[in-house]
């Protein structure tokens, strides 16, 4: 079982970056994929990233494709979801997730979350 606490978020200007970081604990975190996940405001939740176990490998959503950049250091258990370009549209609670599968764009496929960190963006 592995544990998830993100943190970075907060309230941004429009064309400011971020970097949101998942800490994860438990037993060999580095054994699990991991995705990054939002939900805007009154919408469903929603893919952003994902990234495989060694961090060789990753996938991300059309939407944010060229802005935002997944990657993982195993050696500190921690995955970082980069932001740049911020726009309102980027606005919600993003999550991270992990999966002892092979990494996916499902949020279904996921068996631990992390409670979530808030991103604002103003224009």
């Known amino acids: 079982q592995v544990q998830l606490v993100e943190s970075g978020g907060g309230l941004v200007q429009a064309g400011d970056s971020l970097r949101l970081n998942c800490a994860a604990s438990?037993?060999?975190?580095?054994?699990?994929?991991m995705g990054w996940f939002r939900q805007p405001p009154g919408k469903e939740r929603e893919f952003v990233a994902a990234?495989?176990?060694?961090?060789?490998?990753?996938d991300y959503a059309d939407s944010v494709k060229g802005r935002f950049t997944i990657s993982r250091d195993n050696a500190k258990n921690t995955v970082y979801l980069q932001i740049d370009s911020l726009n309102p549209e980027d606005t919600g609670l993003y999550s991270c997730?992990?999966?002892?599968?092979?990494?996916?764009?499902?949020?279904?496929?996921?068996?631990?979350w992390g409670p979530g960190t808030q991103v604002t963006v103003s224009a």
């Open positions: 438990g037993r060999n975190p580095s054994n699990y994929a």
């Open positions: 990234i495989s176990q060694s961090g060789g490998a990753t």
């Open positions: 997730a992990a999966t002892f599968r092979e990494y996916s764009a499902r949020g279904y496929e996921y068996q631990f």
